[in-house]
């Protein structure tokens, strides 16, 4: 069992930035970690994934340019940099995990999930 936690969210202003964080219970190994969002009455949205042994990472056309994955391996602890924020980036933030490359996209594909931190951006 992994348990995910996130923070960093908070109310910015347009154009401003955050660091989000997750930190994972047990060593990551060989998996894959992202980052989803879930703006009110939508669908859980894909925004960026790590694969935790390499540093490969995915990112969604919609924060590409704006937003960055990172890991740090000694702090078990993923990282979402997202800067130039804008009031479509509202939502919440979820940190999730799997075991498998494939369906990186699908929220429902992964293993495990936190319970979410929230960004709300003012326009």
């Known amino acids: 069992q992994v348990q995910l936690v996130e923070s960093g969210g908070g109310l910015v202003q347009a154009g401003g930035s955050l660091r989000l964080s997750c930190v994972a219970s047990a060593r990551t190994g060989s998996t894959y970690l992202a980052w989803f969002r879930q703006a009110p009455g939508k669908e859980h949205e894909f925004v960026a994934a790590?694969?935790?042994?390499?540093?490969?990472?995915w990112t969604a056309d919609s924060v590409k340019g704006r937003s960055t994955i990172s890991r740090d391996n000694a702090r078990n602890t993923m990282y979402l940099q997202m800067n130039s924020l804008k009031a479509e980036d509202t939502a919440v933030y979820y940190c999730?995990?799997?075991?498998?490359?494939?369906?990186?996209?699908?929220?429902?594909?992964?293993?495990?999930w936190g319970q979410g931190t929230q960004v709300t951006v003012s326009s």
């Open positions: 790590i694969k935790w042994s390499t540093g490969s990472t």
């Open positions: 999730a995990l799997k075991r498998y490359s494939s369906n990186l996209y699908s929220w429902g594909s992964y293993d495990y």
